[in-house]
């Protein structure tokens, strides 16, 4: 009706567990494909973090008029990146058996997660879909103190694991929910383990 344009980040399309599937809003009709710009990259589904390779899909006037733009600023993707990035698009096949092996492993590291921080009395958190993320609510333990210091929000909970058990938690507040904190389970079994492990020994602590 008022002709919005909807800006879809559709990054983490295969990296989805259980009887998820991933949907385009793209692909829900005519006409809302003509208003959407799809935005992906190859960090996430091809492994390739930092390699700093993304593309969108839009009609031909708004994709003109990125290109426009983009030729005005600075771009410049390496020559080693845009030659990989060509080839995982090209061998689907050899990909797609990569990734599913990826995303496997992911929903491994996914449970071992869940289930220790659904151990741990006092945070709360949902089994995650997709992506490989986990925010965890902490509203049972806002008000409460760790050494003399309240915990009055994500920030300074952060600050109080990283000082205080080293690890390194992101706020909440940066996704709008100050009373949640968020961890990736892209890291190794071991490395969930003992996290799990410091951050249960830290929640302990607070009076």
């Known amino acids: 009706k008022n002709n919005i344009i909807v800006i879809s980040d559709e990054i983490y399309e295969y990296i989805v567990y259980d009887d998820n599937r991933h949907i385009s809003i793209a692909s829900l009709g005519k006409e809302i494909k003509e208003q959407t710009v799809v935005i992906n990259g190859m960090s996430k589904a091809y492994a390739m973090t930092g390699w ?5 899909a839009a009609s031909e006037e708004i994709v ?13 993707p390496n020559s080693i990146a845009q030659y990989a990035s060509i080839t995982a698009l090209q061998k689907k096949e050899m990909a797609r058996e990569a990734r599913e092996k990826m995303v496997k492993e992911f929903s491994r590291r996914r449970l071992l997660m869940y ?12 089994m995650p879909g997709g992506a490989f993320y986990i925010l965890v609510a902490i509203d049972d333990i806002i008000g409460k103190k760790y050494r003399g210091d309240i915990i009055d929000g994500s920030l300074v909970l952060a600050d109080k694991l990283l000082e205080a058990v080293n690890v390194a938690v992101v706020p909440g507040i940066a996704f709008g929910r100050d009373s949640s904190f ?5 890291t190794s079994r071991k490395n969930i383990i003992e996290g ?7 929640i302990k602590e607070l009076e």
């Open 182 to 186: 968020r961890l990736s389970y892209v």
């Open 115 to 126: 289930d220790g921080l659904k151990s741990i009395t006092g945070l709360n958190c949902q």
């Open 196 to 202: 799990i492990k410091r951050i249960a020994s830290f």
């Open 52 to 56: 700093r390779i993304g593309f969108a």
């Open 64 to 76: 003109k008029g990125m290109s426009n733009y983009q030729s005005h600023s600075t771009s410049n």
